[in-house]
C-alpha cells in the first residue's frame, strides 16, 4: 500500500498536479507522503496547513519518519517560534545528527544558531557547512564577523582542515582587508601543507595591494619552481610564455580585448592580431616585476606584419602604484618589419617599489583609425645595468 500510495505521488508530481493531489489526502497519510517526497515539499505543506494544524502533522512526520532531518528541524523551528526553546535546540541538534552533510539542514541550523547567538552552534554547523559546499562561504564567514568570533576560535574550530575551505578563508579575510586575519589563515594553510596555487594568488595579490611587496614576493618564490619558469639575470617571470601562466601578481596576466586576438607559439613569442574591427585601446598583457628604484635594462625582439594607422603596439614599463612618477613608452611597432632587437636603458626613481611591464596599443584620434595587422613579441628582458 505504502509503496503504491508513494509511485502514485511521484506521478502526479511529474504531471503537474502535486499540490491538488496532496490537498485531496489527510492527517498522516498526507504527511507520510509529504516526508518520502523530500524535504522541499515536506516545507511547502508545512507552510501551507492551517497553523493550528502544524504541530500534529510534525509529530506524524516524526512518527512516520524519524530518521528525516527535515522532519527533524522542521519540528525544532516550530518549538523555537512558539517558546519552547530547550524542546526546540534539541530538534535542531538532532536534525544536525541526522543529516551531517545536507547542506539545506545545516544552513537552516546555523540561521537557527545564530538567531539563538550561540557561537558554539554557529561555529559547528558553519565548519560542516565549510566542509560540504563552497556555495555557503559568504554567510559563514559573515556569520563568524557578526559573532564576534576571534581568530584562535576560527583556527581552532571555525574551518575544517580542507584546502578548499581554508582558501575561502583566506579569501574572505583579504577581501576584507584584514592583514592579520589573512596572515592567520595563510599561516594555517602553510602549517597544514595546504597551499594552492588559488591561495597563493590571494594573498601575494593581496600583499601587494597593501604595499607589503618584498614579503610578497619572497611568498611567490618560495612556493613557485623558479627554474622552468626564470632567466638568469632576467626579471621577467616566465620570458618566453612557455609555462602554464599562474594566478596571482608575478605571472602575466592576459585579459580579453574586443577586435583583437592573442596566442602564443612554441619559440616563445607572443602574437598580437589586430582584426580590423575596432579602434582598440589595448592594454590586455601585463607582468608586475617586484623591483623599484634603479638603473635597468629592457630588451625584447619584435616583428609586425601590416600594422595599419597611426598608433602601432609598443612596450610600456611604469609604476601601476604612481604611474605619474614613472612611465616609459617605447617607440611603436608598425607597418611591416622584419625581427628587430630594441633594447631601452631606465632610470627608475627614488620612491617606486614595483614595476609593471606591459604591451600596448592607444586607440587613434584619426578618422581611419581601425587597427589591422599581426605583431610579434619574444625573448622580454629586464635586467640590471
Known sequence: MRILMVML??????????????????????????CRLGGCELEILRAAEPAENRPGMDRDLLRLDAASPYAWMSRGLHLAAQGQMESGAYCVRRAEQ????????????????????????????????????REYDAVVFRYYRESGTSLEELKRSGVPEDAGAGAAWLADEAGNDHEAGAGAAWAWLSGRGLITREALSTYTSALVKWGRIEEARRIWDGQVN?????????LVFNPKFLQPFLPGPFDWHVG???GVRIGF?????????FLGAENVEFQHVTQTIPV????????????SDGLSTN???????????????FS?????????????????????????????????????????????????VRALRLEPR
Open 98 to 133: 541526522l543529516g551531517p552533510w545536507v547542506g539545506p539542514v545545516q544552513a537552516r541550523a546555523l540561521n537557527y544558531w545564530m538567531g539563538r547567538e550561540s557561537k558554539d552552534g554557529v561555529l559547528r554547523t558553519g565548519a560542516r557547512l565549510l566542509a560540504i559546499s
Open 226 to 234: 623558479q627554474a622552468e619558469r626564470r632567466e638568469p639575470g632576467n
Open 328 to 376: 616609459f613608452e617605447s617607440r611603436q611597432l608598425s607597418g611591416t618589419n622584419a625581427w628587430e632587437s630594441w633594447v631601452y636603458d631606465l632610470d627608475v626613481p627614488m620612491g617606486t617599489r614595483v614595476l609593471e611591464l606591459g604591451l600596448v596599443r592607444h586607440s587613434s584620434e584619426k578618422l581611419d583609425n581601425r587597427v589591422r595587422g599581426v605583431a610579434w
Open 9 to 34: 505521488g511521484l506521478a502526479a508530481v511529474a504531471g503537474g498536479g502535486a499540490s491538488l493531489w496532496l490537498n485531496e489526502l489527510a492527517g498522516w497519510r498526507r504527511a507520510w507522503v509529504a
Open 265 to 273: 607559439e612554441e619559440e616563445g613569442t607572443i602574437q598580437v592580431e
Open 292 to 303: 623599484g628604484a634603479g638603473r635597468w635594462r629592457m630588451k625584447a625582439r619584435v616583428k
Open 311 to 325: 598608433e602601432g603596439l609598443l612596450l610600456r614599463v611604469r609604476d601601476p602604484e604612481r604611474p605619474q612618477r
Open 256 to 258: 580579453v580585448c574586443a
